[in-house]
């Protein structure tokens, strides 16, 4: 079986904000509209009905949506917003600027405008800063301001209830903790979030914090397995090949090897070699 091996923060996307459809990979993961009931004056609902429509508008031209793609001219839309006190633009410049979209990339730039977003209290904001302090682009590394931000996204994202679980898991700027790492990943895992259901899974199978258990990290391995996680693919197979916590199933253990290395995933390609003809 695979290895714990601390994996890398999971790339996230930016959302629409009309469909709520995923639109492009970037730093951080798509956003649900948050709205600060205090963040504008006198004519709140018509500044931020301005501010929605510049939103919009800048998503289409990142996008090239019925119109040709102008990154300049989506940046412009969503400075309009964002000075506007939009949340969800801020949120947006800071993932451009961190990944070089129309613009050379600027961690210290992308920080000043997560650091807006995220002092609204919105949540994606929040993880991207955390991760910002965790490996030192555009701050100076800082596990406790990562950790500070983590738990404060931590109350609805579950990829930041999975970040948590890797910094206790792999000892990461904290004392490792098996017991708090199975905490965050539980919460995450039971919200469906793949990766945190395969570490979830690990920590049964290697003992860590809990009693060995193989068919609790079969099932957990199942679950992620079934949306497409590579590892979660492997472990499966593993135990299918060797019996554990199942009856040994051979083929039943191919099959997942080789949906794992379909996506590139190593480990399982050594495990299918050496699995008996």
Not at 56 to 64: E, F, I, Q, R
């Given at each position: 079986?695979?290895?714990?091996?601390?994996?890398?923060?999971?790339?996230?996307?930016?959302?629409?904000?009309?469909?709520?459809?995923?639109?492009?990979?970037?730093?951080?993961?798509?956003?649900?509209?948050?709205?600060?009931?205090?963040?504008?004056?006198?004519?709140a609902k018509e500044i931020r009905a301005l501010a929605l429509?510049?939103?919009?508008?800048?998503?289409?031209?990142?996008?090239?949506?019925?119109?040709?793609?102008?990154?300049?001219?989506?940046?412009?839309?969503?400075?309009?917003?964002?000075?506007?006190?939009?949340?969800?633009?801020?949120?947006?410049?800071?993932?451009?600027?961190?990944?070089?979209?129309?613009?050379?990339?600027?961690?210290t730039l992308a920080v000043e405008w997560y650091k807006k977003s995220a002092y609204q209290g919105y949540k994606k904001a929040q993880f991207a800063l955390g991760t910002m302090y965790a490996t030192g682009l555009g701050v100076p590394q800082d596990y406790k301001r990562a950790e500070k931000l983590y738990r404060k996204a931590a109350t609805r994202l579950d990829l930041a209830q999975y970040a948590l679980g890797q910094m206790y898991h792999f000892g990461e700027g904290v004392q490792p903790h098996y017991g708090i790492a199975k905490s965050w990943y539980g919460r995450a895992a039971k919200q469906g979030f793949a990766p945190a259901q395969t570490q979830f899974g690990l920590l049964y199978a290697e003992a860590k914090g809990v009693h060995q258990d193989y068919n609790l990290a079969n099932q957990w391995w199942l679950k992620a397995a079934t949306q497409g996680n590579a590892e979660a693919q492997n472990n499966l197979g593993y135990s299918y090949a060797n019996g554990l916590g199942v009856t040994q199933d051979l083929p039943a253990a191919r099959q997942l090897y080789m949906q794992a290395i379909a996506q590139g995933e190593k480990t399982a390609l050594i495990n299918l070699k050496n699995l008996p003809p």
């Open positions: 079986m695979k290895q714990a091996v601390k994996p890398i923060f999971q790339p996230l996307e930016i959302y629409s904000m009309k469909s709520s459809t995923k639109i492009i990979p970037a730093l951080c993961m798509g956003i649900i509209l948050f709205s600060a009931p205090n963040l504008f004056a006198a004519n429509q510049d939103f919009d508008l800048g998503v289409t031209y990142l996008l090239g949506q019925k119109v040709s793609q102008d990154y300049a001219r989506a940046i412009e839309l969503f400075l309009q917003s964002a000075n506007l006190g939009l949340a969800e633009a801020q949120y947006n410049l800071g993932v451009i600027y961190v990944n070089g979209l129309g613009v050379t990339p600027d961690y």
